[in-house]
């Protein structure tokens, strides 16, 4: 028998273990399966079986893979961005995950040859994650037919109609006798890392040592316009049967999806609360609009209208306020808190102070008006004053979530939206970005400026993502309400949503994305020594350039040499 082992046995083979030697979408297109990747330390992987293995976690939705729907912990590691950019370039942008599950095994235990009956259809684009914890090496890990994510036909349909026990020589002959190139993998790999597979794949894991347990977390995607069906109990052998009491739930992961889930196909449901926030009440999708002018406190000369304030899918905590500040009043000195702020002025001018420390004797200082914003990291210090003779009122979005990791956040900075006329010949339905980067709190922080025709709008979709919006001109509807100028709407991610221009006029509206921080930094070592590799591969290169182009200039110079 034909077999290929795929060795990578411990922390300290990862310096020579094989990783992805295709793209991703080129190796799954061809074997059905990649890896290993490094997803997490060790030390991560053995903080996630600890929580994964402790009394009291949140059972699961519904059924046995419906763990992310109710464990932050789990959800926040599927949606890590290194995780979601590696399927993206095989399932597109818009994805769900449908399967999350805790799989241990005992030495000597087996899993036998299967198909996942719910990813097994013909037209595929599901991808599974399986993702070593504890124990993991090649006599731990999956066996998979190369290829067989092709064959047309689950494993268990094979076996059922060929007959025979479903041993590895067995499975490899019925492959065998679909494309005699057919061959087994044995794929290892070491805690922390993960195998990606086609969810077509013929594959089996046993676990063939004597003393080990071996502990994964596996993790469900599929193309968002994929139809998920509930199997009718646990049994997956053929034929395959469905219909189990209610749809299958699923969590949007990447993009939105305008079609087939905003239409109720599959039940998309939200993302659980990040674990700080439960106890307190969810801030959820919301629309209102303020009217100004409003009044200032001659007391204490600053006044802070409470919009919404509380947790989100997204966040820890979330606020929005509006404030009017008095004129020659300064609220606070230079402070810096875990907050991360955007600053929208309404009304009047006011100038903003970003210091260095508390004490910064030459702070910068910038004016903003009405057409401006600025946007405070958590590191920096700031306060605000109002250099003008009456008051002036701006709007703040507070936010607090963990450490994104970003190895590039972004900086203190002010930006302006006002000057973002449409272009002659824009489309009804127009976008301009203003800013779009990571942020220490945030994977992502998105702004942009839309301006929306009369008539015009877009169907209802989901984000995977929180969103706020500013009306500035003009009136939408949104949510069943109209929302006018200075009106407030907020999408929580995960909620259906959708906006028309019903009014006679043009109407303009900011719109900030909120992205969700990954669970592990993105600062992994893993990631540290590729980027440092990455970096002396470009310095070799440019070496090798300067020296060619020196030695190119020798031989000119020499053959120039006798006609002095």
């Not at 293995?53 to 926040?76: F, H, S």
């Not at 597109?92 to 036998?112: C, F, M, N, S, T």
């Not at 087994?184 to 040592?209: C, K, M, P, S, Y």
């Not at 009106?487 to 009014?503: C, D, Q």
Request: net charge positive; proline share 8%; hydrophobic share 40%.
């Amino acid at each position: 028998m034909d077999v290929i082992d795929t060795m990578s046995r411990s922390a300290a083979d990862r310096r020579t273990a094989p990783t992805i030697r295709l793209p991703l979408h080129e190796a799954l297109e061809r074997d059905g399966f990649a890896g290993p990747i490094d997803v997490l330390s060790a030390s991560e992987a053995a903080t996630l079986r600890a929580h994964l293995q402790r009394e009291g976690v949140p059972a699961p939705l519904d059924w046995a893979k419906g763990r992310a729907a109710t464990d932050r912990v789990i959800y926040e590691v599927a949606a890590m961005p290194q995780l979601l950019a590696l399927l993206r370039s095989v399932l597109g942008e818009d994805i769900v995950l449908w399967g999350a599950q805790r799989i241990v095994r005992k030495p000597g235990a087996a899993h036998a040859w299967h198909c996942d009956l719910e990813s097994a259809a013909s037209d595929g684009r599901f991808v599974t994650v399986w993702l070593g914890l504890q124990g993991v090496s090649t006599a731990t890990g999956l066996t998979f037919i190369a290829g067989s994510h092709r064959f047309g036909q689950p494993v268990q349909q094979a076996l059922a109609e060929g007959g025979g026990p479903d041993s590895d020589a067995r499975v490899l002959d019925l492959a065998r006798g679909i494309d005699p190139a057919a061959r087994l993998v044995r794929q290892g790999a070491a805690d922390g890392q993960a195998i990606l597979f086609d969810g077509r794949i013929w594959h089996a894991g046993r676990n063939e040592t004597s003393d080990v347990v071996r502990v994964s977390l596996v993790l469900q995607y599929a193309a968002a316009d994929m139809v998920l069906r509930m199997p009718a109990g646990d049994d997956y052998r053929w034929p395959f049967r469905f219909g189990g009491a209610g749809r299958l739930p699923v969590i949007l992961v990447s993009g939105s999806d305008p079609g087939r889930d905003a239409g109720g196909v599959n039940r998309l449901v939200p993302p659980p609360a990040p674990l700080q926030a439960r106890e307190a009440p969810m801030i959820t999708t919301r629309a209102h609009t303020v009217d100004l002018p409003l009044a200032e406190d001659p007391v204490s000369r600053w006044r802070i209208y409470k919009q919404f304030q509380g947790p989100t899918r997204t966040f820890e905590k979330m606020s929005c306020h509006i404030s009017v500040l008095s004129p020659g009043h300064v609220p606070h000195p230079p402070h810096r808190h875990a907050d991360e702020e955007l600053l929208i002025v309404l009304d009047g001018e006011v100038e903003i102070i970003l210091a260095r420390d508390p004490g910064d004797p030459d702070p910068r200082r910038l004016r903003l008006r009405p057409g401006m914003l600025s946007y405070y990291p958590s590191t920096q210090y700031h306060t605000i004053t109002n250099p003008g003779a009456a008051p002036v009122t701006y709007l703040m979005f507070k936010w607090i979530a963990g450490d994104a990791g970003s190895v590039d956040p972004m900086q203190a900075g002010v930006f302006t939206y006002d000057d973002q006329a449409p272009p002659a010949g824009a489309p009804a339905f127009y976008k301009r970005r203003l800013f779009e980067q990571a942020t220490h709190r945030l994977g992502k922080l998105h702004a942009h400026l839309t301006t929306l025709q009369p008539g015009a709008g877009y169907p209802p979709h989901v984000d995977a993502y929180d969103v706020a919006i500013l009306v500035l001109s003009g009136e939408v509807e949104t949510l069943g309400a109209r929302v006018s100028p200075l009106g407030i709407v907020y999408y929580a991610a995960g909620e259906t949503h959708g906006m028309r221009n019903v009014g006679t006029t043009p109407a303009t509206y900011l719109v900030f994305e909120f992205h969700s921080p990954a669970a592990v930094a993105l600062k992994t070592e893993a990631q540290r020594q590729a980027r440092a590799r990455r970096a002396a591969e470009k310095a070799a290169r440019k070496a090798a350039k300067q020296r060619g182009a020196r030695g190119i200039l020798k031989r000119i110079g020499k053959l120039l040499k006798p006609f002095g």
